[in-house]
């Protein structure tokens, strides 16, 4: 069920509204634009309704800081104003509104106008997570996972909180394919993907699939010492997942490599220092392979 935030200095005005859009999802309000902006952040909603005239912080206001906050910027807006007013809602359209109703609220109007951008709502979460995933084991994909580190690293930045990652690499995986036939190295992708997912499990971490059969996990709010406690356990886990692999030179079942990185971030004039991150995780993996696999590097 959707949720539906109506926004207005006018408490029985929300009144008369809040029935008229009782079928389409479930409704909350706010009367002002200063506890409308504190609720959409503790739990955004999927669609807001937004009094352009309001007193301390109005409309225009509110729309401009939901379009500069990353957790808000995709929740359609639709204005409404209380006259037929043109500049208002040129104003609301050029401050990121999608729609446009005028008072008094008409409920045929309203619905109608509700339903549609509801509807795109949800087709676009569901085009943003299909596009965020990797389709083979559901994960995060590269990109996403890029996005969220550079996202992570900047927020570090500010709070001087340390940033950590695990690098991880499957052994022997292509003697594994040559084995047991590439459909069988997808289904022990998959089973590799689920025991990562299920252990990246503070909120804030993310686990992706970075490569073929390479994974990582962000951490933020974790010290180096505390990632490679992460990597030891995610070391272990798969191992313990006792998957077959009569191939590999490095024991009878399947076994990961792992390397970890991670620090405070500092000011760096220039882009994507994040990857820096990537580069030293990288560069212990290559460490833990060197020195028999199926470790934590160096
Ligand atoms: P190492 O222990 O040094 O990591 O050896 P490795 O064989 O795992 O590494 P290498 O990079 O030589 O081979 C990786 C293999 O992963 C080769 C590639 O065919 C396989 N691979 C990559 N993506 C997929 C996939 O989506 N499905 C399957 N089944 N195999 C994949
Ligand atoms: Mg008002
Ligand atoms: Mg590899
Ligand atoms: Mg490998
Ligand atoms: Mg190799």
């Given at each position: ?71 808000l910027e995709a929740i359609p ?5 209380s006259h037929d007013d043109l ?75 340390p940033l950590s990652l695990v ?132």
């Amino acid at each position: 069920m959707p949720t539906i935030l109506i926004v207005d200095d006018n408490a029985p005005l929300i009144q008369v509204m809040a029935p008229m859009l009782a079928g389409l999802g479930q409704v909350r309000f706010a009367t002002s634009g200063a506890a409308a902006l504190r609720q959409m952040r503790l739990d955004p909603p999927d669609l807001v309704l937004l009094d352009a005239e309001m007193p301390e912080m109005d409309g225009f206001e509110v729309c401009a800081a939901m379009r500069a906050d990353a957790a808000l910027e995709a929740i359609p807006v639709i204005f409404v104003t209380s006259h037929d007013d043109l500049e208002a809602e040129l104003r609301g359209l050029a401050a990121g509104a999608v729609d446009f109703i005028a008072k008094p609220v008409r409920e045929p109007l309203l619905v109608a106008r509700v339903t549609t951008h509801l509807r795109l709502k949800h087709l676009t979460d569901e085009l943003r997570r299909t596009a965020q995933r990797d389709g083979l084991t559901g994960l995060h994909n590269r990109g996403s996972f890029d996005q969220h580190l550079s996202r992570e690293w900047q927020r570090s930045l500010r709070t001087g909180t340390p940033l950590s990652l695990v690098l991880l690499d499957v052994d022997h995986f292509k003697r594994y394919n040559d084995h047991y036939g590439h459909p069988a190295g997808d289904a022990c992708l998959r089973a590799v993907a689920a025991a990562l997912g299920g252990l990246a499990r503070r909120p804030g971490d993310l686990a992706a699939r970075v490569g073929g059969e390479e994974f990582a996990v962000l951490l933020p709010n974790t010290t180096p010492e505390g990632a490679r406690e992460v990597a030891e356990a995610i070391c272990q886990a798969i191992g313990q997942l006792a998957l077959p692999h009569a191939a590999s030179l490095t024991a009878d079942h399947v076994t990961v490599s792992l390397g970890v990185a991670g620090w405070v971030p500092r000011p760096s004039p220039h882009d994507g220092a994040e990857q820096a991150l990537m580069k030293r995780a990288g560069e212990a993996l290559y460490d833990a392979k060197a020195a028999g696999r199926s470790r934590v590097g160096p």
